[in-house]
């Protein structure tokens, strides 16, 4: 019984490896599409400004001033 047992682990072990296998196989990074570059394509980089982020930096302090103050009412 303890050999049968041994010899479908042993099994097992094997075909999850060969899974392993093909999945590597099947899925490596240098196998991905390259994809032509169209300047009309939505996916150009954003250009943020300086204001833009200063903005969002008043808008993150004004939030930490705000639960900061949550803090201390609570």
Do not use: G, H
């Not at 093909?22 to 490596?28: F, I, K």
């Not at 954003?46 to 609570?74: C, H, K, P």
């Amino acid at each position: 019984m303890e050999a049968e047992d041994e010899e479908e682990m042993v099994d097992k072990e094997k075909e999850e490896m060969e899974v392993e296998q093909m999945v590597e196989e099947e899925c490596r990074s240098n196998e991905f599409p390259i994809k032509p570059n169209d300047e009309s394509s939505s996916s150009q980089p954003l250009l943020v400004s300086e204001e833009d982020l200063d903005q969002d930096f008043q808008t993150q302090e004004q939030q930490r001033n705000i639960a900061n103050e949550w803090r201390y009412i609570t």
